[in-house]
C-alpha cells in the first residue's frame, strides 16, 4: 500500500479480509485499495462494513465521503462528511 501498488495489494487484502472479517484496519485498507483501483460499488460496501463494527464512525465517514467524492458525487461526500460534523465538531482528520 505504502508503495501505491494497489492491484498488487488487493488479493493479499482480500485474503486478509476472509481470514479476518471484522478487522476494521483491514476493511479500511481494502476499502481504500478498491476505491484507488475504481471499484467503487465494492469500496462502498467494505467502507460500509467498516462503519458497521461502530469502533472507528469518524475514520470510517471519512472514508466513506472519500469514496463518493472519487465517484464525482460531492453532495453525498459533504453529507458523510457533516455527519462527523455534528458528532464532533472537533475532529480534524
Not at 479500511?28 to 463494527?53: P, V
Request: proline share 3%; net charge negative.
Amino acid at each position: 500500500l505504502s508503495l501505491e501498488q494497489w492491484s498488487r495489494a488487493l488479493p493479499l487484502l482480500t485474503g486478509l479480509h476472509e481470514i479476518v472479517p471484522h478487522d476494521a484496519d483491514v476493511l479500511h485498507e481494502l476499502a481504500a485499495c478498491q476505491a484507488q483501483l475504481g471499484m467503487y460499488d465494492d469500496a462502498m460496501k467494505s467502507a460500509e462494513k467498516f462503519r458497521e463494527l461502530g469502533s472507528k464512525t469518524h475514520r470510517a465517514m471519512l472514508l466513506i465521503g472519500s469514496i463518493h467524492l472519487k465517484r464525482g458525487n460531492k453532495a453525498a461526500a459533504l453529507k458523510a462528511w457533516e455527519e462527523i460534523a455534528a458528532h464532533d465538531p472537533e475532529y480534524r482528520d
